[in-house]
């Protein structure tokens, strides 16, 4: 399609160089025209000067010329004083000017043999030898030679003339028996001439330039129309290669569509048979631990409080129930057990899991940390904390190798804004937590990822920072899949940065991966602080609580029951509908007095995308919140295009429905004044509930 529509501007590039081309050509013709006429008029006109030269000379050979030929060819002296004084030098001047009277000479010179100036109409220029003289030397040998030369100032036989074009001709005066016996040298004036000349060139110009115009203006009228008749058939391939594109596009979309759909559940059934997997030995490896750790407290009672022994014991039951800790991770990670979240000061917790750390990494790795005393407190859990900085600095020993390296982790506070630092945008342009940017390196030595999204506040920035290998830019968009691994067999898992991504979002937080192939990699991981007044693990939602009116689609009976009942005693006015098309009806019979439409993708008769389409079809502005239970890139996008406020992916708690709700609302400032007829009492219409 890009080639065919970039056709017609190429047309009209090329007609415009067609029409400067053209142009020059018939300007340059119509200046050669004029040039070779010019030409020709002028050699015709020397040629025929050279001609009433040759008849002059003819007429001095016959009448002047036996008189004074002896003096000529035996002249005493080449002094031209001498030549001048000598009698015979006047007769032949008299003689001469009394057979050019009439004539257009302006001037004659008569040489000997040997080059000299034996006499001339311009007396100062007798005695002057011409020998080496190209005319000179044709006229010797038998031949005539004239050009024409432009005169500023010229002595005539009448005087001083100026502006003249003056014909020269040098002509041999011949001798039935001895041959060339002298050389005789013409001027004639064709000024008056070859202004005719130049009379018809300006004639020949005009007559060219009108032809010309008239020939380049039919030219370009043929160009000009076989230019729009090629424009109105590539606009004719265009709309079709066009329509050809689209149907082409639909079809890879589709393609494409179905591919992910088979990833995603090659994804889920790896996730299934982690989840049984860890769900069948979960209970056998607890039972170890608890075992270990029985037996481990029995000895510790035999120990003295200060002794080395307990102290080492002690450890050991601490990393027993950190064993147990991480079975219930992963059971979490896998969706078969739910943890609760706490608050936790992620200096102490970052401070014990590096106290462990330390003794698992290799000596030749420097450990570099700088946490401070801070007060702030985030909502995850201790383990989790302990599991992510584990994973990401044994990914960072792993990159090291063997080599000497260095692994640098610092945590401070951060206040993060809109217009800060470039690097932020893609997280707070972001639709979604489970929301990935990638943008790589225009060499593929690496690049950055941004997962998860953020809105100005506070936060904690935990950094880790290594001199690896890096990571290549070809599989940075890979590198938070579950089970993927660029290890050897056994030596890794692949659910590592997996698992940290689930922990940031857990704690709705973000991070951001920088790396570069031979210089290492750094993981900036921002979390949430939560504020002085929630110290207790009790969630407020005393600043959750609204009236607005919201119409919920969900095709799940039991979470449309619980959104229903979390919403209501929030005060908000809610009506649900289990499918799109009745959903769609609702709000078409009132669509002004809804202030928000949470709808499911995964929808009988009419898709969430669809509906949410249509919706903004009738009312542009209504805020939409999306679910889903599959978090496919294109349907982001598609949500994303479309307008809707926010697209989050299953499971979502309740409670955490309605902050999504809530910030929508007061972001895009919709929150308006209810009428009275609607602050009487609850909504009447509930469907399917």
């Known amino acids: 399609m890009g080639r065919i529509s970039a056709s017609a501007p190429t047309i009209s590039r090329l007609s415009r160089l067609f029409y400067a081309v053209c142009l020059i050509a018939m300007v340059a013709s119509g200046v050669a025209i004029i040039v070779l006429y010019r030409q020709i008029a002028v050699q015709e006109l020397v040629e025929i000067t050279e001609r009433q030269n040759v008849a002059v000379t003819r007429a001095f050979a016959n009448s002047v010329w036996p008189r004074f030929a002896s003096f000529v060819r035996n002249v005493p002296t080449t002094n031209g004083n001498e030549i001048r004084s000598h009698k015979t030098t006047a007769e032949l001047d008299q003689a001469v000017r009394t057979l050019m009277r009439g004539l257009p000479a302006l001037k004659i010179k008569v040489y000997n043999l040997n080059g000299l100036t034996v006499y001339s109409s311009q007396a100062t220029q007798i005695g002057e030898n011409k020998a080496d003289n190209a005319g000179y030397l044709v006229a010797q040998k038998g031949g005539v030679a004239s050009e024409i030369t432009w005169r500023g100032k010229f002595d005539a036989f009448e005087g001083v003339v100026s502006k003249r074009n003056v014909v020269s001709s040098y002509i041999p005066i011949i001798d039935d028996a001895s041959g060339v016996v002298a050389v005789f040298e013409l001027y004639t004036d064709v000024t008056p001439l070859l202004g005719r000349i130049d009379e018809v060139q300006t004639l020949i110009a005009l007559i060219a330039a009108g032809v010309l115009g008239c020939l380049y203006f039919l030219l370009v009228s043929m160009v000009w129309t076989g230019n729009r008749t090629i424009r109105s058939q590539i606009e004719i391939i265009s709309a079709h290669k066009d329509r050809l594109g689209q149907q082409i596009k639909k079809r890879k979309k589709a393609e494409r569509e179905r591919n992910e759909a088979r990833e995603q559940l090659h994804q889920s059934q790896k996730m299934e048979a982690m989840g049984t997997l860890a769900g069948g030995v979960a209970h056998d490896f607890n039972n170890i631990l608890g075992i270990m750790n029985g037996y481990t407290q029995l000895v510790i009672g035999d120990l003295p409080e200060n002794s080395a022994q307990r102290q080492m014991l002690d450890e050991v039951v601490q990393v027993g129930e950190r064993g147990a800790d991480l079975v219930e991770q992963i059971l979490a990670f896998t969706r078969k057990d739910n943890k609760t979240d706490t608050l936790v000061r992620l200096d102490w917790s970052l401070n014990e899991s590096l106290k462990m750390l330390r003794a698992t990494l290799p000596a030749t790795i420097r450990l570099d940390c700088q946490i401070p005393n801070l007060q702030a407190r985030v909502r995850t859990d201790e383990i989790r904390i302990h599991q992510l900085v584990t994973n990401l600095c044994i990914n960072a020993a792993h990159a090291i190798g063997s080599a000497p390296g260095a692994i640098d982790i610092s945590c401070q506070l951060e206040n993060v804004s809109q217009g800060g630092a470039a690097k932020m945008s893609p997280l707070f342009d972001a639709q979604s937590a489970d929301a990935i940017t990638l943008e790589q390196r225009p060499d593929g030595q690496g690049g950055k990822l941004w997962f998860g999204s953020l809105s100005p506040g506070e936060y904690l920035r935990l950094s ?17 899949e579950p089970f993927f691994t660029t290890k050897e067999v056994g030596k890794g898992t692949g659910l590592g940065l997996a698992a940290v991504a689930g922990t940031m979002r857990s704690c709705r937080g973000a991070f951001v991966i920088e790396t570069k192939v031979g210089q290492g990699t750094r993981f900036d991981l921002y979390f949430p602080i939560v504020e002085d007044g929630a110290a207790s693990s009790k969630i407020d939602i005393s600043d959750l609580r609204g009236t607005e009116r ?34 769609l009806q609702v709000f078409k019979m009132t669509p002004g007095e809804w202030d928000l439409v949470i709808t499911d993708q995964a929808l009988p008769k009419l898709a969430g995308i669809d509906l949410a389409r249509k919706i903004l079809e009738l009312k542009p502005d209504m805020p939409i919140v999306m679910v889903s239970g599959a978090a496919q890139k294109t349907l982001q996008a598609e949500a994303k295009a479309l307008g809707i406020a926010e697209f989050h992916v299953k499971p979502l708690e309740a409670i955490e429905l309605v902050r999504v709700v809530r910030r929508v609302i007061d972001t895009t400032s919709v929150r308006a004044k209810l009428p009275p007829e609607r602050m009487s009492g609850p909504a009447q219409l509930h469907l399917n509930n």
């Open 464 to 480: 880790i920072n290594d001199n690896g290998c890096g990571i290549e830019g070809a599989i940075l968009d890979r590198v938070l």
């Open 550 to 583: 919201i119409l919920l689609v969900e095709d799940a009976t039991e979470t449309r029951r619980e959104a229903k009942a979390t919403f209501s005693n929030l005060g908000y006015e809610i009506t649900t509908s289990s499918d799109g098309a009745t959903a």
